[in-house]
């Protein structure tokens, strides 16, 4: 069975920075494309950072650039989001999401994933 588990979520104030942390069981990193993905209070899903775990290919929404990192350590299963800078607007629920691929490649919408966590809250006060 596979699962995703997130964590480092909690509240901080405006400029603050936090780690998120996804740990994966049940597939392995190494063959994978991950995203991190977040959800505002009425707003639909929106995808913040993807990396490809077979070439370490990164891509970031224009939103966050400059000031989210993603990364990935496969021999612990484990896919991190650096947040720093943070901004009231970061608020969200966010998730975690894997999908296999064969080839190295970066999936960037939220259709192209099969496999997603429950979520870890972000608060960000002004």
């Known amino acids: 069975e596979v699962k995703l588990v997130e964590s480092g979520g909690g509240s901080v104030q405006t ?3 936090l780690r998120l942390s996804c740990v994966a069981s049940g597939l392995t990193f190494d063959d994978h494309s991950i ?21 370490d290919t990164t891509d970031y929404a224009d939103s ?11 021999f612990k299963n484990t896919v991190y989001l650096d947040m720093n800078s943070l901004k009231p607007e970061d608020t969200a629920v966010y998730y975690c999401a894997a999908t296999y691929y064969h080839e ?23």
Not at 104 to 109: D, E, F, H, K, M
Not at 113 to 125: A, E, P
């Open 64 to 74: 966050v650039k400059g000031r989210f990192t993603i990364t990935s350590d496969v």
């Open 104 to 126: 190295p490649y970066l999936a960037t919408q939220e259709f192209e994933y099969d496999y997603w966590g429950q979520g870890t809250q972000v608060t960000v006060s002004s």
């Open 35 to 55: 995203g991190w993905f977040r959800q505002a209070p009425g707003k639909g899903r929106e995808g913040v950072s993807f990396i490809s775990s077979v070439d």
């Open 15 to 17: 400029g603050g920075s």
